[in-house]
């Protein structure tokens, strides 16, 4: 039950730092948000470690909503834990990187941290869409809190407009997911056997263009890229780096894990057009960095031009 374990560590670990800082207790809450994402990472360590079965180090099923075809499916290969580990490292940064920094509202600060990293967790292990989908737009609401609160300048404009931007497109995946999951024959939104379906190329595109909206737009390749610059430079340190270094992420690692596993008749319809878009998010990132004066502003757009 490691793959559990991993979820709950941050979820309950943001509780506790919220908790221990109402107390006023020093600095308890930056040490129980370390403790915690350290913990996170050994217990990655000991899931790796276990007896895998196949390509998969850990997995676990268990049957959620049986009727609706809902589990809590987990499984952890090479590309999960790489970026469950960045997403656990960083988190320790971010409290390094704030520790003088945040004083008001410390404690919700460090539990968005926490909840932002366990959510980010549930994207990269879920192979349920549905749950998949709910730890992606669960992602939002602590993300949001970090730069509506914490942030600086016209911080509720960015955190807005991040959100719109994510939430309405991650509404495509869902539709998208739905759909899947009716073409089945029975109801589930088990991965593995979506997998299997033999859907026409053009039912292929179509919902894959569903999924490839809420990736494009977390990826932020143009012309969805605009929420990025003012959420980025505008953020909180540790906001900024969780957008640049974990958020960012999972929108490439719901291209390479879902659209070739789900969709590869209509990845290879849709890949020409793809590589465009990310030759030309390549060029255009990188231009515009080079016109940049503020550092954070630099880094959204070198962010823009490398994913």
Known sequence: MALIALLLLPLLGGLAAYIVAGKG???????????????????L????????????MAQVMVPWVPSLGISINFALDGLSAALIAI???LGIICVMASWRDIRVDSGLFHACVCWTIAATIGVFMSFDLLVFVFFWEAMLIPSFMLIAIWGHGDKEGA???????????????LAAAFALASMAGHMTFNAFELAELKLSPTAQ????????????V????????AWLPDAHTLAPTAGS?????????????????????????GLAVLAPYALALGAAGALYGGFVACGQ????RLVAYTSIAHM
Request: proline residues 4%; aromatic residues 14%; hydrophobic residues 60%.
């Open 241 to 265: 780096i969780l957008l640049a270094g974990v958020l960012l992420k999972t929108g490439g690692y719901g291209l390479f894990r879902f659209a070739p596993m789900l969709f590869p008749d």
């Open 293 to 296: 004066t503020d550092a954070k």
């Open 45 to 56: 360590i000991l899931a790796m470690a276990g007896s895998g079965d196949g390509r998969w």
């Open 218 to 225: 977390k990826l932020s390749v143009p012309p969805f890229h």
């Open 205 to 216: 595109v179509w919902l894959l263009l569903g999924f490839s909206l809420a990736f494009l």
């Open 87 to 89: 997403a656990a490292g």
């Open 159 to 173: 955190a807005l407009k991040f959100l719109i931007f994510n939430a309405v497109a991650g509404f495509g995946l």
């Open 25 to 43: 207790r020093g600095d308890a809450e930056r040490w129980v948000t370390i403790v915690t994402l350290a913990a996170t990472l050994a217990v």
